[in-house]
Structures are given as C-alpha cells and as structure tokens.
C-alpha cells in the first residue's frame, strides 16, 4: 500500500527539524568550547599588565535572580564585560571562565558575575550565574563542605560549600551581603526540568 501523502510530508518535516536541532546545538557547542579554551589558554598566558581591570560596578541588586535558561537582553545593569577570572571544583571537574555581566550573550560562552555583588577579594557577597543545562550541569552533584576555587590574576581564593537551597527567583535575598568574604553560585531548577524552569538553585560558600 503506497504511503499515506500527508504522512510523508509530516516525516520530511519532523526530519528537517531534527537536522536543524542538531545543526543549531552543535554551534552553541562547538562556540562555547572553543571560546572556552580560548579565552582559558589567555588566562593563563596573560601578564598582570596585560590585563584590563573590569569595572567595580556596584549597582542596586534586580528585583529578581538571574534567570540563565530564558536569557536576558543587554542591561545597563550588565557592566561592561570582561573576564574576572576562573571558577573551578575539583571533585565535580568543573572548570569555567566567568565574565562580568548575566546578559544572554556572556552567559551563552561562560559564567557570569552578577552586578551588584561584590567582585572576587572583596569582602561581601560575591553573586555568579550559570547555565544548568552547559556550565552548571554537575552542580546537581554537589556536596556540603566541597571546595571551589575562584583564581583571578590577582590571586586564587578558595570557598567551601556550606548550603545547598531551592528558591523562588524572587528570593534576591540569598545575595545579601553578611559580613565576610562569601560565594553564591545561581542556576535554574530542576536541572532536568523541559522548558525554562521556575526555581533557582542556590549554592552558598564561605571563604576559607
């Protein structure tokens, strides 16, 4: 019996689709690993002189957490760019370039410093958001008491994991700044949620 007209066309669509898919997520990879390497290899061949100081941008906090799988345009809220430095947790072999800004361009080819949180040394609350689904997928791994370090041209520091919380985006409260030196690292929740997802994961840790 010859195919159904209307099927055949169906099964073109849904196979041109899937090539598309697949072009469109094997860009985004292949554009974020190579930014990655790149811009890692800089980092680690950069003399101190060489490097452009990024602005100690200390605006009023969002409304909201960064919400890294929906993306967000260009905010004046974003800095100015530039590489602060490189997140790192060894027994998850994590390893990422962070960048100023939470702007969808910088968070689709690294981590991003949140505006309005203190930058790496400084005494405060030192805010960074990731996607769940590139970056921050071994987060759902994490453990208290876990060690992350941050190292920037101006030196290495290194936190250690002390909660692990779900909160509403509304929660901006989890970037307050208490005193010490502090970590909070942002991600989307679930982690293997469909769709944007409506909860933020929140790692909080406190320098050694």
């Not at 669509?13 to 860009?27: D, K, N």
């Not at 990731?130 to 190292?151: A, M, N, S, V």
């Amino acid at each position: 019996m010859p195919e159904n007209p209307t099927r055949r066309v169906a099964r073109l669509i849904l196979l041109v689709l899937g090539i598309v898919g697949v072009g469109i997520y094997c860009e985004a990879w292949l554009y974020r690993t190579g930014y990655q390497l790149y811009e890692s290899w800089k980092f680690d061949h950069e003399k101190v002189e060489d490097v452009r100081p990024v602005p100690a941008k200390h605006v009023a906090l969002r409304a909201v957490l960064p919400d890294p799988d929906r993306g967000v345009a260009k905010s004046p809220l974003d800095g100015e760019g530039g590489v602060l430095g490189r997140i790192s947790i060894p027994r998850l072999h994590l390893s990422a370039i962070v960048e100023e800004g939470v702007d969808e361009a910088t968070l689709s080819r690294a981590v991003g410093h949140i505006p309005g949180t203190a930058l790496p040394g400084e005494i405060g609350n030192m805010g960074i958001a990731g996607h769940r689904d590139t970056f921050f997928q071994k987060l759902k791994d994490l453990q208290p008491h876990d060690e992350i370090d941050f190292t920037t041209h101006s030196g290495r520091y290194r936190y250690t994991v002390d909660g692990l919380t779900v909160v509403e985006p509304s929660d901006v409260s989890v970037l307050a700044s208490k005193g010490g030196k502090v970590l909070t690292i942002v991600t989307c929740f679930p982690f293997h949620y469909i769709g944007a997802a409506p909860r933020r994961f929140i790692v909080h840790a406190v320098a050694e």
